[in-house]
């Protein structure tokens, strides 16, 4: 189960570096749907804190509505979403 939550940190780990544009928009597709279904999990184990922050990182990720930020706050938005994913692996495997 675990592996959504590595898998997703471990990507948004490499786009980091400088990659192509492709990346960056499977990237998206593939964060919105695993922050969905983590925010999913947690509300079934009634953890809704974790929900609402999943909620909102699907919507930031969300390839059908763009939000647009520089290259080097999205790194940093990256690295914070991979350290929530992989925070609230823990969290999950604890309950």
């Known amino acids: 189960m675990s592996l959504i939550w590595h898998a997703s940190s471990l990507l948004l780990l490499i786009a980091v570096l400088p990659l ?3 990346y960056y928009m499977l990237l998206r ?7 969905a279904y983590v925010a999913y999990e947690n509300f079934n184990k009634e953890i ?3 929900s609402i922050v999943f ?3 699907a ?3 969300n390839p059908f509505y763009v939000v ?3 290259k080097a706050l ?5 690295i914070a979403v991979a350290a929530l994913f992989f925070i609230n692996s823990k969290k999950i495997s604890q309950d």
Do not use: K, Q
């Not at 999205?74 to 990256?78: E, G, K, P, Q, T």
């Open 74 to 78: 999205w790194a940093i938005i990256d």
């Open 29 to 35: 597709l593939l964060i919105t749907a695993s922050a």
């Open 55 to 57: 909620v909102v990182v």
């Open 59 to 61: 919507l930031l990720f």
């Open 48 to 50: 809704p804190a974790w």
């Open 68 to 70: 647009h930020f520089d």
């Open 20 to 22: 192509p544009y492709g």
